[in-house]
């Protein structure tokens, strides 16, 4: 399907053609619980179809893969090649908002952590097809509407091994789902012929052309061709891309430019014998650290190390191993780009929550991809910035000081939320961001050193708010605004500067300078701007009294930064969960150690967004003086 014809399509039915990454791919992580437990993950499959791919991480269990045209009950695991089983346990329905799955110990064992990846039907994304063998050359019709990229089939009804086509790879050779052999020839797989936008072509193989004998096959699009860029906004964007690179064994590895932040990784050598490896960010992949990779060749439970770190461009290889770095060995790999959807509320991208005992679970309602954690508001704690591309290590909000390691008690891969197991039994809060288009965006580089000026981003528009920080070296935290110039949030000071440390904001790059341009100083930044009825990055001048400013909310906001430009005065942070109201408004300040205020009346509330108070006269709205804020609603 064209961009014009859907575009056609979608005006005659009065409606939006857009469609984003969010609503044909899923990652989801769960804990099991042994019992019936839907996974809503924002897939229809019961009226769309696709296929479910899941897999226990906790425990050696092998991959299942069930899919809308088989049927709930049917199942295949990719580490071997058996006939499909008929199950009642591991799915037990196909949903308009995801799956449910059983008391089955594959894909729902007691407290075992578990991950799915739901790939829906979709023209230029991903399509299944079954049929029934005939034992001749010949040709499958698909619904893919593009060519494929990617093609793996299984015979069904007896044994025989996976086998995949990779177009790169071409249509003379094929690779071994359920093994590790690099790509071989097999004329009789492919019958030598490339697939086409409407069908592919199967030989006389066993493994994909059996008479009487059933198949299925899975059709994942990424060749770049236009048909499959038909995503997004303006239905003009790819989302999935299939290609090669080639290793150097090299802890600086190659650099795959995708065009796009990827959050699903598919890798095989195809030069020499190796395992398949799948990562996703919310399993996690760590900047210059972990990467946790499953084998879908093998039933082993999870492992981690250094393989890849994602950016807003694509990825880069970290590590020498063969299996994802040989030299001058040739390598494939699928890739799925991030979440796109600009956010239509708040509470789909902020949340505050407190804790007082046990090992809190923060609860989000989403994937946690920034959090600001202080453990106690009480008292003299600093305040810990936690980010999922930077894993376990924080920096101080309040500090200069480089990264600290948090070790195992915080966790990022929460659907709903992150974990910190460490026990509590203080006033601890934590307040949580996720990242989205045109919101907020986490971006983290690093290297050798020397220096790097320009460094992509994927907030999709200009930033108006930066907050930057090195990771590896003792330095203050910059925050730059668009309308101001930059101040240290770490510090009480006003306006420091307007060109030592970011030079200009692109919509796509962030063009820094002097001051945080070294690579090896693992930097990281954190954007913001404005989204309508959900975000506002602004300025106000304050007159001393009641005066609201207008953030273009419905609701009032729920978070507000406030910090005075002109004059030394603190990073004041206000939330509903501390309350805004009409009466005592309680505060913390980012910028330092100290405990929560309360008795003071500075804001009020608005519909609009918020208000300043005559009794905030000496802090936050001092007559003449200026301010930045950062609010959300």
């Excluded at 799925?336 to 929550?353: C, L």
């Excluded at 430009?565 to 910028?591: H, K, V």
Aim: with cysteine.
């Amino acid at each position: 399907m064209t961009n014009i014809r859907r575009a056609l399509e979608a005006a005659a039915a009065g409606g939006d053609s857009a469609t984003y990454v969010e609503d044909v791919f899923s990652t989801y992580v769960y804990t099991g619980t042994g019992a019936t437990l839907a996974i809503n993950n924002g897939i229809d499959l019961s009226g769309e179809g696709g296929l479910v791919w899941i897999k226990n991480r906790t425990n050696t269990n092998g991959h299942r893969q069930i899919d809308t045209n088989r049927g709930v009950l049917k199942v295949l695991e990719s580490y071997d090649e058996t006939a499909e089983a008929t199950e009642s346990g591991s799915l037990t329905a196909f949903n308009s908002n995801g799956f449910t799955v059983g008391d089955s110990v594959h894909t729902n064992e007691v407290n075992d952590k578990t991950v799915s990846w739901t790939f829906r039907k979709a023209p230029g994304f991903f399509d299944v097809v079954t049929y029934t063998g005939n034992g001749a050359n010949r040709t499958i019709s698909h619904n893919l509407e593009c060519v494929p990229a990617f093609i793996v089939v299984k015979r069904t009804s007896s044994a025989e091994d996976w086998t995949c086509y990779q177009h790169d790879v071409g249509a003379t050779k094929y690779l071994q789902l359920n093994g590790t052999g690099a790509a071989d020839t097999l004329a009789e797989a492919w019958n030598d012929t490339a697939p086409t936008s409407s069908v592919f072509t199967v030989g006389t193989h066993a493994r994909v052309n059996t008479d009487t004998e059933t198949y299925v096959a899975y059709l994942f699009a990424g060749t770049g061709d236009a048909a499959s860029q038909i995503f997004g906004a303006d239905s003009d964007e790819s989302i999935i891309k299939c290609g090669t690179y080639t290793g150097n064994a090299s802890a600086d590895g190659p650099t795959i430019s995708l065009g796009w932040e990827p959050q699903y990784v598919l890798i095989k050598n195809t030069s020499a014998s190796g395992n398949w490896y799948v990562m996703d960010i919310m399993r996690g992949i760590v900047t210059g650290g972990n990467s946790a990779r499953l084998s879908p060749n093998l039933s082993d439970a999870e492992s981690s190390g250094g393989v890849l770190e994602v950016n807003a461009d694509g990825f880069k290889i970290i590590n020498d191993y063969s299996n994802w770095n040989g030299s001058g060995n040739t390598l494939i790999y699928i890739a799925i780009r991030r979440p796109m959807k600009v956010p239509e509320a708040g509470t789909e991208v902020f949340a505050v929550d407190t804790k007082t005992t046990g090992n809190p679970n923060w609860d989000s309602n989403f994937p946690v991809d920034f959090s600001i954690f202080k453990q106690d508001i009480t008292g003299a704690y600093d305040n810990l910035v936690f980010s999922r591309l930077t894993g376990t290590s924080y920096v101080k909000a309040n500090s200069a000081q480089d990264k600290r390691n948090g070790g195992t008690d915080f966790a990022f891969d929460y659907m709903e939320g992150w974990g910190q197991d460490g026990s509590t039994s203080a006033v601890a809060f934590s307040w949580m961001f996720k990242r989205a288009a045109e919101f907020m965006d986490v971006v983290t580089w690093g290297g050798a050193s020397g220096t790097l000026n320009s460094v992509a981003h994927g907030l999709g528009v200009v930033p108006e708010l930066v907050m930057l920080k090195y990771r590896n070296a003792t330095d203050s935290w910059y925050v730059y605004t668009s309308a101001t110039g930059y101040m240290i949030l770490d510090t009480a000071g006003g306006i420091v500067g307007t060109t030592d440390y970011m030079a200009s904001t692109t919509a796509s790059v962030l063009n820094v300078t002097g001051l945080v341009s070294n690579p090896a100083n693992e930097p990281i930044a954190f954007l913001f701007a404005t989204v309508a009825g959900v975000s506002k990055v602004g300025t106000y001048t304050a007159d001393g009294t009641l005066t609201t400013i207008n953030c273009g909310f419905s609701a009032g906001a729920r978070f507000i930064l406030i910090k005075r430009t002109d004059a030394e005065e603190s990073w004041f942070l206000y939330d509903s969960l501390q309350g805004i109201t009409a009466g005592n408004d309680p505060y913390l300040r980012l910028n330092a150690d100290y405990g929560q205020v309360t008795g003071t009346d500075y804001i009020d509330p608005d519909s609009s967004g918020f208000q300043l108070t005559a009794a905030g006269s000496s802090t936050i709205n001092v007559d003449t003086g200026t301010y930045i804020f950062l609010a959300i609603a």
